[in-house]
């Protein structure tokens, strides 16, 4: 695991104003993840796990502190930086794998990259080996409406890999499979994570998937607290 943090989150806020009501939903949150290292999201609904990924991922404004992205104060790049940021350094998962219905599972995972830069021919050979190595090679063409919840869901964790990110932030992104199914896509994903060396920050409510993870933090009273594991 390398010493220097992937992410670093140093008092970070974010409030929301509700009529005449400011509602504090992260209060100085403070973290470190570290490439190689995966690491659980917990807290009751309703504590701002999204929001705080949200947050991280750039998607919305804190109103103070910093977001270290391998060592980059990301808080105060302008809209064009910080989508350059969520293309070439994250990725994300969410509970529903919101693929483009109308184009292929390839196409899915080519789409971005190409996005970003890449030819169409050296992305669709980086789509089929990630595809692949989550037993997809089968799927290639079929369109999301053909493929299973679980297989929807493997295709939606390899385009969040699509552009080798430094980080990857899932919200709850087994949320909707059954148990078995759940487990299974997410031992891919604990797989896809390993051998790419990414940072990973995964929300879940599943205290089982939890335990499978490096360690864990909680969401509480909107900042974040280091559950201890038992030796």
Known sequence: MSKKPALVLKGIQRTFLQAVETLEIIRGANLELFPGEIVALIGPSGSGKSTLLQTIGLLEHAQGGEILIEGKDCTKLDDQGRTLVRRQKLGFVY????????????????IPQMINGKSKSDAEVRAKSLLTSVGLEHRL??????????????????????NSPAILLADEPTGNLDEKTANAVFQELIKLVREQNLAALIATHNTDLAAQMDRTVTLHEGQLVESIKKP
Request: aromatic share 6%.
């Open 141 to 162: 063409t079929h369109r999301p409406a053909r493929l299973s919840g679980g297989e929807q869901q493997r295709v939606a964790i390899v385009r969040a890999l699509a």
């Open 95 to 110: 509970q529903f794998h919101h693929l483009l219905p109308e184009f292929s599972a390839l196409e899915n995972v080519v």
